[in-house]
């Protein structure tokens, strides 16, 4: 299966919170809200529609190392989304999204969206509106290959990071997984997100089936951050939890 990734400047994804400015300002924590990426893909664009949700868990993953941001949670923001009647939106606007930011106490709401072309590459697009202004604060894109989604994530991430002038997520000295434990498991990834997209519909059983795909396509090192998210899902879907 093979999309394209463009991310239309409707529905760009990066929650590019703060730059310069703010991190002159009093607010040097920013709370963020992270928006699902908006589905561009120009091809299967059914088959990959779950990474509207799972690209943003997993970017919610990355900035969530740093301690310098705070994140609004989940569960808060489909609460809002859902008494706003803004669920089920493919895109949202400025306007809206600094209404929603708003509510929830945000200084900044990432939006933004996702291609995976006919050659398997990938494009992240991210917007950063000021939920003050309503304005766009950054923008921010990350590319690559469709297979290392985790890294074009994690790539984004660390761009968004450097423009608010906030200490990087990672050290120096840390290493990265090698590219090759990546090859492949695109359509591992796409059953975690299809996961958390049942989960959300309140369709336990079918959570439950994606999870455990997950698990079974893919290694102990492998994405350990969701692999760890994916087991406790299903501990509690089990009623074991």
């Not at 928006?35 to 993953?61: C, K, M, W």
């Not at 050659?119 to 939920?131: G, I, K, Q, S, T």
């Not at 309503?134 to 991430?157: F, I, P």
Request: avoid cysteine.
């Amino acid at each position: 299966m093979r999309q394209s990734l463009n991310l239309l400047a409707g529905g760009a994804l990066t929650l590019l919170l703060a730059g310069p400015s703010l991190a002159q300002g009093p607010t040097r924590h920013p709370t963020v809200a992270i928006l699902d990426f908006t589905n561009s893909a120009l091809v299967d664009h059914q088959t990959y529609e779950p990474f509207s949700r799972g690209i943003g868990d997993i970017l919610t993953t990355e900035l969530s190392g740093s301690s310098a941001i705070t994140l609004v949670e989940r569960d808060r923001l489909v609460a809002l989304l859902e008494e706003q009647d803004l669920l089920t939106a493919k895109r949202v606007d400025p306007a809206t999204a600094a209404r929603v930011g708003k509510l929830l106490g945000a200084q900044y709401v990432l939006v933004g969206g996702f291609v995976i072309d006919r050659r398997e590459r990938l494009r992240l697009d991210a917007r950063a509106v000021n939920v003050e202004t309503s304005e766009v604060a950054y923008v921010e894109t990350a590319s690559g290959a469709a297979e290392d989604l985790l890294d074009v994530v994690a790539k984004l991430a660390e761009q968004m990071v450097r423009r608010m002038e906030l200490p990087p997520l990672r050290s120096p000295e840390a290493k990265a997984p090698p590219r090759s434990e990546q090859k492949g498991k695109l359509q591992a990834l796409l059953f975690y997100s299809t996961a958390l997209v049942e989960e959300e519909r309140q369709r336990p059983e079918r959570a439950r089936a994606m999870y455990q795909r997950f698990l079974s396509e893919t290694s102990a090192d492998f994405a350990v951050e969701q692999r760890q998210r994916a087991e406790e899902r299903l501990r509690v879907l089990s009623g074991t939890l």
